[in-house]
């Protein structure tokens, strides 16, 4: 059924408070990849992040239940055990703060010798700088390959892009990892992230997978090459994108 079809896609491009969940695909599409995806268990959901142009590091951090970076090690994700406030302990408010902070000091730990390795071709060191502090720039794949670096994660973006002139729908699957942008590293973590799409405006959500028999607000951000969302991600992936 088309309306059907429609109307759960549609649903999929709506924007969610920061914090709240809802299940990545609401219905059915009639769509093999996402009635697969929708049949996965736990179910996927996803988690809402400020849309003030640190959603990109919002969901990032949302996966992660990431630490302060200050005072975390590289690829400092949290362990069991962790009694320092992470930012899903945080208030939607805080985390607004905090998110903000930490992407202005994500810009210093940009390593010279990567960024001349990785994208000096493509722009230069003091604009690829500028562009992380201010966060009314929106961030591209340059940004996203250095947070998978600088974690030591690779990164799955799931897209759905909806052209508003004819209301068709395109669906992909990307990786940015520590090796470099479409590369994955099976021996490194993964977290995912939503990113939906309308003409040229974007923003981006943290994927988990939510066990709704526990009640539980999060779930599960850091995945591992066994797992089966991981290895949903893998079958589906465009490297080309």
Not at 12 to 32: E, Y
Not at 51 to 57: E, K, N, P, V
Not at 84 to 94: G, L, P, V
Not at 142 to 166: E, G, L
Request: proline share 6%; with cysteine.
């Amino acid at each position: 059924d088309s309306n059907v079809y429609f109307q759960s896609l549609s649903a999929m491009l709506s924007s969610l408070d920061d914090g709240k969940a809802a299940p990545f695909v609401p219905g059915p599409t009639g769509l093999d990849v996402f009635d697969k995806l929708k049949d996965l268990k736990p179910r996927v959901f996803r988690v809402g992040s400020h849309a003030d142009g640190t959603c990109f590091f919002g969901s990032v951090f949302h996966s992660l239940d990431a630490i302060d970076p200050r005072r975390a090690p590289i690829g400092g994700i949290r362990t069991a055990g962790n009694e320092e406030k992470t930012f899903r302990d945080m208030t939607s408010k805080e985390r607004q703060t905090v998110g903000r902070r930490w992407r202005m000091y994500l810009a210093t730990r940009v390593d010279r010798k990567w960024f001349d390795k990785n994208l000096n071709q493509v722009v230069s060191y003091e604009d690829y700088l500028q562009a992380y502090r201010n966060p009314e720039d929106p961030v591209g794949p340059m940004h996203n390959m250095h947070i998978a670096t600088f974690y030591s994660v690779n990164i799955f973006f799931v897209t759905v892009y909806m052209n508003p002139d004819t209301n068709a729908f395109d669906f992909s699957i990307r990786i940015s990892s520590p090796d470099g942008a479409a590369q994955y590293n099976p021996k490194k973590p993964s977290i995912a992230l939503y990113h939906k799409a309308i003409g040229q405006g974007g923003h981006y959500e943290s994927l988990q997978l939510i066990d709704e028999t526990r009640g539980t607000r999060y779930g599960q951000g850091i995945f591992h090459d066994q797992s089966p969302f991981v290895q949903f991600l893998l079958h589906y992936s465009d490297p080309s994108r």
